[in-house]
């Protein structure tokens, strides 16, 4: 376990621009953060290894970009209007509200109180007006989950891209939580990202499937730099299931404030489709006449492996959250090292592909116009190479230069110096980790990034 606090991520999240709170300068927005300069850059780079790996990377798996305002219908057949709630009670002497399952004990944890009411279901899903009337009478939620949205266009996927089974639909992007109590820095908010995956199979393979998924993600979180040592694999006891799953293991993570899930592994059933398809009738799969008034729409497909029997597919659903992700991923990149001259660096020490800097560039002297020139220079070729961002930056001071990248993460620094304008066109490369330097031709800069960054 990582010694890392949650006031050492606070305090670099906001003094090196990856966070902020959201509406800062009014007192903030609770349960709402901004990601800044650094932070969208970590955000992107994770997003696009999590897409890269889920979509690109193989064959079974679809891109999807839905929209956040949701029919009503969509959620009442999906059960959110019932069932998406967390149990509320309020204390009558100070007022504050709290979730009843976060309670260890009968007292108020804000003023001690007994005095609390009995607890009451509250539903989690945000309400908006739709059109120009706020009668009550047209309105939309801003979607809880991405998953809704994948059921619904199954067909549309299926039919624009002859998808058999096994195979996927992947979505990134905002869901919408009314949260009672946001907490721990960006872990619950109200607002966040999601990085979802609905898997579908041949009933009868889902157990199979949801294993491998489970042993997919362990991987993936691996190679973002988690390490499987503070992981917990916690099969969700039947009581505790969510009202679709069939079976869910849960990847809990350490984070500074305590063992809590990072990610959602879901067996789903075929619960979604039969629910969209159906909605509150039984019906024949086979027939081209479903009794629903709510959908004419048959969420099914033809298994070709057997007579090309009309099915409903199970789900499996790997379920993440950008920020907790980010969250981990500080925690166990974050470190303070010992020098040998009595001093101290802090290292952000990720995974170069997650880096939001890829390389800096430093001139020596940032009044000299030559070397200023020639850095500029380089920056530009390198920028064209694709990786990522490079940054110039003329601290003129190279020592703190060195510690401000060690500190945000950027792998690699570059400075470009007397030497390199008067003697051989050579710059000084310098690694995050181990701080070893080496001379390197500026020729040889792209190729060598090249390498580093595959």
């Known amino acids: 376990m990582t010694n890392t606090t949650m006031d050492d991520l606070i305090s670099l999240c906001k003094r090196r621009g990856f966070i902020f709170p959201s509406s800062d300068i009014y007192g903030g927005l609770q349960g709402v953060y901004d990601f800044g300069p650094l932070g969208v850059e970590l955000k992107n780079n994770l997003k696009s290894a999590w897409w890269r790996s889920t979509v690109y990377e193989r064959d079974d798996v679809e891109g999807l970009d839905a929209a956040i305002l949701t029919n009503p219908i969509t959620l ?19 007022k504050t509200r709290h979730r009843a399952d976060h309670l260890k004990t009968k007292k108020c944890p804000s003023c001690g109180s007994s005095d609390l009411t009995e607890a009451r279901d509250f539903n989690l899903m945000f309400k908006t007006a739709v059109g120009p009337i706020d009668d009550g009478s047209s ?24 998808r058999r089974l096994p195979f996927g639909i992947a979505q990134m992007g905002k869901a919408f939580r009314n949260e009672i109590t946001p907490r721990n820095f960006i872990f619950r908010v109200r607002e966040f990202e999601q990085m979802e995956l609905e898997f579908f199979v ?50 809990m993570y350490r984070f500074p404030h305590g063992l809590e899930e990072l990610e959602g592994i879901a067996n789903r059933t075929d619960f979604d489709l ?14 081209e006449t479903i009794p629903n008034k709510d959908s004419n729409t048959k969420l099914a497909i033809q ?15 790997p379920s993440a959250g950008v920020e907790r992700a980010i969250l981990a991923i500080l925690n166990e990149a974050y470190r303070v090292e010992n020098l040998d001259d009595n001093k101290s660096r802090i290292v952000l020490a ?65 400075t470009v110096d007397f030497e390199t304008i008067d003697t051989d066109d050579t710059v000084t490369v310098r690694d995050r980790d181990s701080m070893a330097q080496r001379r390197m031709k500026t020729a040889e800069l792209p190729d060598f990034l090249k390498d580093f960054y595959r």
């Open 76 to 94: 009442r057949h999906s059960g959110h209007e019932t069932t998406f709630t967390d149990p509320l009670i309020d204390c009558r002497s100070c």
């Open 139 to 162: 309105f939309a939620y801003l979607r809880p989950e991405t998953a809704q949205a994948i059921f619904t266009n199954f067909k549309h996927v299926v039919d624009s891209t002859a």
């Open 202 to 251: 041949r009933p009868g393979q889902d157990e199979e499937w949801h294993q491998k998924w489970i042993d997919t993600r362990l991987a993936w979180w691996e190679r973002q730099g988690v390490s499987r040592h503070n992981i917990e694999l916690y099969n969700v006891p039947k009581e505790e299931l969510a009202h679709y799953s069939k079976a869910t293991v849960d990847l």
């Open 274 to 287: 039969g629910s969209h398809t159906k909605a509150q009738s039984d019906f024949d799969i086979h027939s």
């Open 303 to 317: 298994d070709i492996e057997n007579d090309n029997r009309w099915i409903i597919p199970y789900v499996i659903e």
């Open 350 to 414: 990720l995974k170069p592909h997650l880096s939001p800097i890829k390389a800096a560039i430093l001139p020596l002297k940032r009044n000299n116009e030559e070397i200023v020139r020639k850095a500029l220079e380089i920056k530009r070729e390198l920028q064209m190479l694709g990786i990522g961002r490079m940054l110039y930056e003329d601290t003129g001071n190279i020592g703190k230069g060195y510690r401000r990248h060690d500190e945000i993460g950027t792998p690699i620094c570059i």
